[in-house]
T-cell receptor, first 112, second 115 residues
Framework: QKEVEQDPGPLSVPEGAIVSLNCTYSNSAFQYFMWYRQYSRKGPELLMYTYSSGNKEDGRFTAQVDKSSKYISLFIRDSQPSDSATYLCVPDTDQAGTALIFGKGTTLSVSS | EPEVTQTPSHQVTQMGQEVILRCVPISNHLYFYWYRQILGQKVEFLVSFYNNEISEKSEIFDDQFSVERPDGSNFTLKIRSTKLEDSAMYFC?????????????FGSGTQLSVL
């Protein structure tokens, strides 16, 4: 069983829509929950960073972590064509010396 | 804003040739990484480097690969004898620390094409 499951999409929405990207995980040791965004042919960039359960908001983006159900969400309000990218859910433990492992992510396309 | 820079942006080489991919990590970062991404696939971890030695490597990082920090600013990935399957985008990343939950900062990548 994979440690992290994320629907690969593609997910296509019209401009202005609310987008919900979701991820489930199995490792109870995960304490840090990150969302990276990767534009085509570019390196991943850290978008949201959350420690433990709860919500975190940054502009149009909200990250939500529910450790009890091992469920992670990223909401994008008022989506823009510039949000078209692949979104990577990357949880991590607090153990030093282990590299971040990326899945394939969810590809989002926002049409104008 | 400080960023990770990679050169060249594109590299074309013949199978069997050696290539060196170069990276300048963010100046106050201590941990350095190489990842690669084959077209249409996920970003894969290759190696992490701290204090002038490899701290972790994946199965992909075999004897054909090596990393080096030749001076105080550059971090290089060498592929000794390239194969067709080494064609990929190679990303360098750096982080302040190496603990859990570290924020990685990635460069824009070097597209390696092996012919």
């Amino acid at each position: 069983q994979k440690e992290v499951e994320q629907d690969p999409g593609p997910l296509s929405v019209p401009e202005g829509a609310i987008v919900s990207l979701n991820c489930t995980y199995s490792n109870s040791a995960f304490q840090y929950f990150m969302w990276y965004r990767q534009y085509s042919r570019k390196g991943p960039e850290l978008l949201m960073y959350t420690y433990s359960s709860g919500n975190k908001e940054d502009g149009r983006f909200t990250a939500q972590v529910d450790k009890s159900s091992k469920y992670i969400s990223l909401f994008i309000r008022d989506s823009q064509p510039s949000d078209s990218a692949t979104y990577l859910c990357v949880p991590d433990t607090d153990q030093a010396g282990t590299a971040l492992i990326f899945g394939k992510g969810t590809t989002l396309s926002v049409s104008s | 804003e400080p960023e990770v820079t990679q050169t060249p942006s594109h590299q074309v080489t013949q199978m069997g040739q050696e290539v060196i991919l170069r990276c300048v990590p963010i100046s106050n970062h201590l941990y350095f990484y190489w990842y690669r991404q084959i077209l249409g696939q996920k970003v894969e971890f290759l190696v992490s480097f701290y204090n002038n030695e490899i701290s972790e490597k994946s199965e992909i990082f075999d004897d054909q690969f090596s990393v080096e920090r030749p001076d105080g600013s550059n971090f290089t990935l060498k592929i000794r004898s390239t194969k067709l399957e080494d064609s990929a985008m190679y990303f360098c990343a750096s982080s302040v620390g190496g603990g859990g939950g570290e924020k990685l900062f990635f460069g824009s990548g070097t597209q390696l094409s092996v012919l």
